[in-house]
DNA sequence: ACGTAAGCGAGACGGTACGTCGCGTCTTACC
DNA sequence: GGTAAGACGCGACGTACCGTCTCGCTTACGT
């Protein structure tokens, strides 16, 4: 991504890379690609592939990279005001991903990465925690205590990654919108309130 | 894990062999480890650890089958009386993982294997909804919507999952009790108040 | 067949053995032949094969020094009369070989074993030097040189083991008695005068 | 033998496992000798020899071939006047193997393989098939019978075989021409005859 | 515009791991 | 004692990818 885009001819070479990649994981799950495919699908030489990525996963890292580059532009500035009705951010997330679909289904799944997931965990454990910063800049008085904190980010990010995970491997059954919603209301009410059995009691 | 009960000796080859995996896994993760290593570490020939299993996979998933099991039975029976403060079943979730804390941190790490995740994540789901199960068969007028406790499900066993991940990979700087308190409150308050800060607003 | 005398069983087993390596050598050849499927068609349990021979060259070299033993029976003393007309001798050798056709053809043939046809022509050498001896011991002043008569016994053998190969691989089409004539006739003529062109020459 | 002439290195590396073979070959035996020793010798990667041959068996194949080749050349063409005492053939047949002993003695010999000697046999009767029809050509009042010539040839190429063998298992104790003479008198005045026994008779 | 450096295909190569097969030895239990 | 059952170490097999490398061709860039 770096020493490459002097060509155009290097250009190109690069996006067939990606798009044989993105084919290959969506047909065959990440982990049984090999760089022999990629290259045939391409199609390229072997050894050009390696001419630009070191391995697969360098090649898979920088595709994420320009995801979340995207996703990060899309989201806007974080410090905007934020109330319990404004799901538009979660909203526009779940838009993101139903754009790459594909890319995110393949890369999600159970024969996904678990490295891409993790990747993307921290990334929305980031995005969270600038958000939650902002909010707690605007309460002077809250107490913090970092490693709760983090541990509570965690859990949304694992949520909101499962949410996302949900809709992808159903097919995407509902709308952006009710998906953020749902995850709003799981994340300001709680698990059982989210049901509507608030009197029931979890075991 | 049924043909060769007959003999002693394959019984014991095999616990060399899981030792093995197990230790091999946390050293480097499950993705690195190689067949030869397993053998060479059991110590046994690398043509027995194929008499027993077709490959390194069919080991991880008989050990998780077992851990599985273990975990199944020390959760009891599921219809119990349920009450929004009895964390009785996560704190002994999280203890169990405490007692295996080594192979569910090699195995669900990012160097762990997705797959052995999703299983883990989809026991966690099937869990989660006999509990949920008895609790709504106590309330005759509570209305269900299939799809839509699917979702809260596996909302809540992400987050559940993640509460171990994270857990984990701090080296279990809380106790079991404090995890299950931990995540309890997030189910059943919402992320901002478990947070402290009931008054803000998720952007 | 030492040691094994002993019980009726071991016996019983030793045949089934035997049978077995026969039968397999005519379906596949030698080479192809494994100690597990002699065991398997046997039908014995692949120790007990080894508990009689030390590998498959060991029974294969039982069951030929059988058939040796029964042919050497068979051809009588050598010290009789010989005249250049009197090929009972060789019709003998093809009619036992004819008499055991599928196992000669089977270790002879080119799936055969390269050490069966070796130990054979040892053999074929052998009983011609017997009888060559007794010849030239009937003929007082003829001299001798080791090594010029070796050759021919050797060359005599070999030809002796073509035409044998021959009649098997074509599936005996003619009597051993016109092979045996046929062979003398190359022996005493030489070749061209065999195929009646005697004013013809060799190239 | 086809696809490789494209590259240098190719044909450099055939070479060196040619080469590796044959050496091994000398030393232990066709049989006995392995892939990953052959790579060891060349030296060479062991799956560098399975990018140019399937087995040792195509090795050996294509070695056979080129010297099978040479020998074709080495005897020039067939329809030349043959008198009974023009052995030049037979000669040169010997000074192709003298010049390739070390080969021919490891491919022949009871450690050798049945296979080759079989495709040897089978070139010596066509060669002599060739020279055959060319004497027999000559002789328009000939009659024939194709089984019975067949037969003879086989006889002859045994016996010419057999010739080669012992020559090459005796350390070629005498020039190639003596061998050439003693074969072709064989041939010409049979066995006893050659052994200076003519009035003995055999049993 | 045109010579030159790049991008690229072709493919050889060493290397690691795979999963399979067959060997010959051994122990255990049965009859 | 002979046998079945089968575990075990061993070593070779042929295959699949890996990442590196060299070699020419061609092509599009820079001056």
């Known amino acids: 991504m770096s020493h490459r885009k002097g060509g155009l001819q290097g250009e190109r ?3 067939l890379i990606r798009r044989a990649l993105i084919e ?13 495919e990629i290259a045939a699908r391409a199609p390229v030489n072997r050894a050009t ?10 090649l898979v890292e920088e595709i994420f990279q320009d995801v979340v580059s995207e996703l990060s532009a899309g989201l806007g500035p974080t410090g905007q005001v934020a109330t319990r009705e404004r799901i538009v951010g979660w909203e526009r997330l779940f838009e ?7 890319l ?12 891409f997931a993790a990747r993307l965990r921290e990334r929305c454990v980031e995005l969270a925690r600038d958000r939650l910063r902002t909010v707690q800049d605007a309460i002077p008085g809250a107490g913090r ?4 904190d983090d541990l509570q980010l965690v859990l ?3 949520m909101i990654l499962g949410a996302i995970t949900w809709w992808l491997e159903h097919h995407r059954p509902r709308s952006a919108h009710d998906m953020a919603e749902a995850v709003v209301r799981f994340a300001t009410q709680g698990y059982f309130d989210a049901l509507g059995i608030g009197t029931a009691q979890p075991g």
Chains 1, 2, 3, 4 share one sequence.
């Open 13 to 15: 070479t690069c996006k």
């Open 24 to 36: 290959l994981v969506e047909e065959k799950g990440f982990a049984e690609v090999t760089v022999g």
């Open 49 to 58: 592939f390696y001419r630009y990525y070191r391995d697969k996963y360098a």
């Open 96 to 102: 993101h991903v139903g754009r790459h679909h594909r």
């Open 104 to 115: 995110y289904a393949a890369l999600l799944g159970r024969r996904g990465d678990p490295w």
């Open 145 to 148: 205590d970092a490693e709760s």
């Open 156 to 158: 949304a990010a694992n």
